[in-house]
Structure formats: structure tokens, C-alpha cells
């Protein structure tokens, strides 16, 4: 099943499939995320988000990120059931 990271709920896991980007501002966002290792084929964990949802903690190459679930929306991923 394909979703972006924005959708994901603490606990669950999946692959980046492809980081979007384009429009105005857009392609900076989308290299912002590379720099922070959110490329495809990586393996990301939603650990927690904030009591409000925004932002999300993730775990990603073995470090924890926080992010804020409008950064990730242009992420999408494959996860669990297929």
C-alpha cells in the first residue's frame, strides 16, 4: 500500500518510493529532505508526533528527525500491506 509519510501513525514503517518537488520552492524542499537522508529506497519509522500531531519524530538510517508533516507530504512511501 502507497501513502505519504505525512498519513503514517506512530509505529508503522515503510520505504520511500519518491520525494516530489516542483513548483515554486519546491525543488529547495525537495533537496532539504535528501540533505537529511529522506531518498528513495530508505527505510523510515514513525516513532511518535506531537500532542497536537505536528511535528512527527521518525527514525531514518538509524538517527531520530523531527519533522514537520508538511515538509513530508511530498513524500511518498510503501508501506506494510501491499
Known sequence: M???LNEFTP???GTVVRVAGAGAGK???RQRLF???ITPGAE???RKA???G???EITIRGYE???RKVEVEAVLMECGEK
Do not use: F, Y
Request: charged fraction near 20%.
Open 54 to 56: 505536528d511535528p512527527m
Open 50 to 52: 506531537a500532542p497536537l
Open 35 to 37: 540533505d537529511m537522508g
Open 11 to 13: 509505529g508503522e514503517t
Open 2 to 4: 502507497r501513502k505519504c
Open 44 to 46: 523510515i519509522t514513525m
Open 65 to 67: 528527525l523531527s519533522v
Open 27 to 29: 525543488g529547495l524542499q
